[in-house]
């Protein structure tokens, strides 16, 4: 018979599988002191959407479990909750195929991965395993892995990931500080004004343009738009060239340093100075999927691109730069390099 543990003072949390750490089941109404019944029926009846076939399955197979990774029978007193029950949730977006991101740098402490498109960071929602978080844990086979910084799911690029748990801090506060320079590139159409939204603003030093305005979420959404108020977002970003014509559309290539981090940020400083990247969705791009994010031959992967951080390593003290592998479906070729 299983006798529900104490809980723990330290808040002990079962450990990660296949990549994914449990989710808590919790109490919705504390001040409700009835727990009647087995643990069963009260999750059937705390979370209405929980289908009791998938319930039967997850206790079946053991994914119902305690602080100590001990599975719980549904038959257990609902009380248990008290001390503590964790679900290991279905995945839903399991590939058929293992999925493998290339490590650009490697330490013992962090890795940086070189994220393709439509990968999510972190396993929020519909993706879990079609995230670079779980996907790097399992092909690094280490279950601590933590992402330091967020790319969008529709751009690739670099992203730092710690390697232990001591290090997730101290790597965190470097973008948290912005000690780490992050840079871009975009392509999008030649604009035909600049700008084209009274709230973005514009300033000009050389050949660099300092963009900024006020970004805020939506309220209901994870989408981000501009709302009239004090900028609190900074994109310095230039016109890299060449100027050609693709698809019939005049382009470029912007090279970005991205000062601030906010939600969308590159696309929506882009979109409000009448150059919407190519095949963003969310912000009018040309050529981009129109129901989810499907790209066919006639459309186009979001056009941006993390290719470049860099920083001083707070433990070693070694200057680091990173550079991406991957380039732009309409990006013109780099220059070669300069002759010394």
């Not at 009260?42 to 053991?62: C, K, N």
């Not at 919407?276 to 459309?299: C, K, M, Q, W, Y």
Request: overall charge positive; charged content about 25%; glycine content about 6%.
């Amino acid at each position: 018979m299983y006798s529900p543990r104490r809980r723990s003072r330290n808040r002990q949390v079962p450990p990660a599988r296949y990549g994914l750490r449990p989710t808590r089941l919790r109490l919705r109404d504390t001040e409700n002191p009835k727990l009647n019944g087995c643990l069963r029926d009260w999750i059937l009846s705390q979370y209405p959407r929980m289908d009791e076939s998938t319930l039967d399955h997850l206790f079946a197979v053991g994914d119902i479990v305690d602080s100590q990774a001990v599975a719980i029978p549904p038959h257990a007193p609902a009380t248990t909750i008290r001390s503590g029950v964790w679900m290991y949730r279905p995945i839903e977006d399991e590939p058929d195929e293992p999925m493998i991101v290339p490590i650009v740098e490697r330490t013992s402490r962090w890795i940086i991965a070189d994220k393709p498109h439509g990968l999510s960071t972190m396993p929020r929602g519909q993706y879990i395993a079609r995230t670079a978080t779980v996907a790097l844990r399992r092909q690094e086979n280490n279950d601590d892995i933590v992402t330091a910084h967020r790319l969008d799911r529709s751009t690739a690029g670099l992203l730092l990931a710690t390697l232990r748990p001591d290090m997730r801090r101290v790597y965190q506060e470097l973008f948290a500080r912005r000690l780490v320079t992050k840079r871009y590139r975009f392509v999008a159409p030649v604009p035909s004004r600049q700008p084209s939204n009274p709230l973005v603003r514009v300033e000009k030093d050389g050949s660099w343009l300092h963009v900024s305005a006020r970004i805020e979420k939506q309220s209901g959404t994870l989408r981000a738009v501009l709302k009239p108020g004090e900028p609190n977002s900074l994109t310095l970003l230039r016109d890299a060239g060449p100027h050609r014509v693709m698809r019939g559309h005049e382009v470029t290539t912007y090279d970005v340093e991205l000062i601030t981090g906010r939600t969308h940020q590159i696309r929506i400083h882009a979109a409000g100075l009448g150059t919407p990247i190519i095949g963003d969705s969310l912000f009018g791009g040309e050529f981009a999927p129109v129901h989810g994010d499907r790209v066919t031959e006639n459309l186009s992967e979001l056009q941006l691109l993390a290719y470049g951080l860099e920083f001083t390593d707070p433990v070693s003290g070694d200057f680091i730069t990173a550079r991406s592998k991957q380039t732009l479906e309409w990006d013109a070729p780099l220059p070669p390099p300069e002759e010394a």
